[in-house]
């Protein structure tokens, strides 16, 4: 029978936590009219109870601590806004379920670690797990995948998952800024948090990849063989040198199967500079779909902040309100498939190239028989001396070559004598 | 209680409705997966019967004719696909909610002309009446503002909703045919049908911008001062124009709250080149939706065709299939509310205005005076000869002005001895 009456405690009162409570009582008509469901926004939680916030909380609102939130019997609803995989955010949303109570959470890192198990409970005790949040907060992809594109065959699954990192190349495409100056930058707007670690290592993209996959392929969540790159690497002069190729570089998340295979893959990728993802800048996120009988299919919008986040957090709520359980990867965890995963080493890419070489005889020919010792064949190469002359760049994009052999040219050149920086090496995508 | 097994019966077997045939067919499997129900395709119904199909259909599938897919007790879900807002698809609908079976439609003209009545005749019935497939085809717009982004409060909706004008665009923007040309192209391609009047007259887009306005509004369908212009009066020559002056004509349908004033509008506009929606290209459909605390957020997909269409059917038939009653335009028809609309009259837009005139004095001076006497001020103004010199082609890009103000100087324009071909007249939009 349909429930009527819900009870919700947030846990967690940061930007997003505050946010949302404000939202929650500025549209609770609305909310009945659309799920025709009253809720009460009953109790809060927060490490720092006296921290100031532009909310007024009621005393009797506060529980003594988090672990109140799934052992109180009068709470039916838990909004975890914690973080991390482990601790109490683990602990609480666990016991939640285990206690028969819905979770809403924005915790990819938990989703994408715990979200099997995590969903095995919530079948088992009949209660919902939502984390709409979780990736890309003002892009509703999970709904879409589970509902709007519901029958579809998804084939690949990719997009620009991390606004913060979007944000800096961004910015360091329009400027001459250095990956350092324009972090600071994006710290000072508060696009990057003051330790912007997994945003720039791509472990943030990481977990959004591996929890969207998941969904997209009907599979259980596979943690093997991702590749992993973040945007650390990426200097203003490649940036440069993308531009006058005719492509931008881009942080892209890329899943896909092959063969029943399927490919995680997250690093920083030269597109070309008039495809759709290119033209996504600033904090966006934007998420694409190749799949039948829908064709392709592209969804994009603010990837963060407390207002996307929120509207993602109350299309949860909402969910739940709106009645019938309904299993958090769509299908049954008995249906769900274990897909094997292979990495990208036998996977072939086009690629660009850049060695800083001492300008000196023989250099030119030593590079070319490495790569051509390496199966790497050579598309174009452009050679530009630095100011001071005994310094030169040279560029090489290759034509497509395994990534393995790519890789090994690039490891090889790297301990020549001639090379003066670490070579940088990034892969061009076709999309 | 949940219902487990639902009959369905496809009314109207042309493209679509084969299409869909075959992919429920394909996904019975997946969707009880999915749904935890199980479907029954039982009856099909078409006016032409021997028609050649790609699907072979059993012989006691087919119904008599449509009107016993409303009377069988044996029919749960009604597919409604034979299109047009009278006759036997309004015929078929209403009677079908009646007598309380639920009803998918792809309609857009019966859902733009009588989705208020229906919708209240669904919701006094208890059943469900779903037109994801009606606006948009490949793009799953309804559900996400349904569910998505349901307590976002939305102040603009706008986009490309005519997949075959934007195709047509596209092909004159990257060639040199002309308007009649790219259309007979578009037939043979199968992207225009024989009779493309909706398409190009803006009539198939006002439908429904008019549906989309309603949901993101949550109010009733409003059919009144909607301006409507299609893309019939646009000339090669306009769109070379537009790309001198860094522009693409694009053929949008907008709809926004102004000061508690609904304006919705269907017309070609001049946007910026490097604009997110300029660079929508061919048959691609795209919504921008502006909204708290969301933001802006972008969805885009293929708008037509056997594909698309069949993704949307069959997002619309699962939800049924999962249980529970949506009310269609997503709130009680008793909270819906009546919005007042005003037309464009007393907007203000900018805009390119183009004039053949005969080259001779004083004619500059005539028009240039026109326009200042109903307050219409020149940003630019460019005066190509034409190779016979006696004529010249004079464009004007104009400051933003009172629609009504550049309408009547256009009109008096017209009406000049020096003006040799009907005035062009086209906003630029600044999105």
Request: glycine content about 10%.
């Given at each position: 029978m349909k429930k009527f009456n819900f009870n919700i405690a947030i846990v967690g009162l940061g930007n997003i936590g505050s946010n949302l409570y404000k939202h929650l009582i500025l549209n609770r008509k609305s909310i009945y009219k659309k799920t025709n469901s009253h809720f009460y926004l009953k109790y809060v939680s927060s490490k720092n109870k006296s921290k100031k916030r532009k909310i007024k909380i009621p005393k009797?609102?506060?529980?003594?601590?988090?672990s109140e939130a799934y052992t109180?019997?009068?709470?039916?609803i838990v909004i975890e806004l914690i973080g991390g995989s482990e601790g109490a955010a683990k602990n609480l949303v666990f016991n939640a379920l285990k206690n028969k109570k819905h979770v809403v959470t924005a915790n990819k890192a938990l989703i994408s670690k715990y979200g099997d198990t995590l969903s095995k409970l919530a079948e088992k005790n009949n209660v919902n797990l939502e984390f709409e949040a979780a990736v890309a907060g003002g892009v509703p992809i999970i709904r879409t995948i589970k509902e709007g594109l519901i029958t579809n065959k998804i084939s690949k699954i990719y997009g620009i998952l991390n606004g913060t990192s979007n944000f800096i190349l961004s910015v360091m495409s329009k400027t001459n800024l250095n990956l350092k100056d324009v972090i600071k930058k994006a710290q000072s707007l508060g696009y990057a948090e003051s330790n912007p670690k997994s945003d720039l290592d791509g472990t943030d993209a990481e977990s959004k990849i591996q929890i969207l996959s998941s969904l997209a392929f009907q599979s259980f969540i596979n943690r093997s063989k991702i590749n992993v790159e973040g945007i650390e690497k990426i200097d203003q002069v490649d940036i440069k040198n993308a531009k006058i190729l005719g492509f931008k570089v881009k942080h892209l998340a890329i899943a896909e199967i092959k063969n029943n295979k399927l490919i995680q893959r997250v690093h920083p990728c030269f597109v070309k500079k008039d495809s759709y993802i290119s033209?996504?800048?600033?904090v966006l996120n934007a998420v694409i779909i190749e799949g039948l009988p829908i064709g392709k299919f592209t969804i994009q919008g603010?990837?963060?902040?407390?207002g996307p986040t929120t509207s993602a957090l109350t299309s949860d709520i909402c969910s739940i309100l709106r009645g019938n359980i309904k299993l958090p990867f769509s299908i049954p965890n008995s249906k769900r498939k274990r897909i094997s995963s292979i990495d990208i080493s036998e996977e072939f890419f086009s690629s660009y190239i850049r060695l800083d070489v001492k300008?000196?005889?023989g250099v030119l020919s030593s590079i070319t028989k490495i790569l051509s010792k390496n199966n790497v064949s050579v598309k174009r190469l452009i050679q530009n001396p630095y100011k001071s002359k005994k310094f030169a760049s040279i560029i090489i994009i290759s034509h497509r070559s395994k990534n393995t052999n790519i890789e090994k040219s690039v490891r090889e050149l790297g301990k020549?004598?001639?090379?003066?920086?670490k070579p940088k090496f990034f892969r061009i995508e076709e999309i």
């Open positions: 009797n609102q506060w529980l003594k601590n988090y109180k019997k009068d709470i039916d033209n996504i800048n600033g603010e990837g963060a902040g407390p300008d000196k005889t020549k004598k001639f090379i003066l920086n």
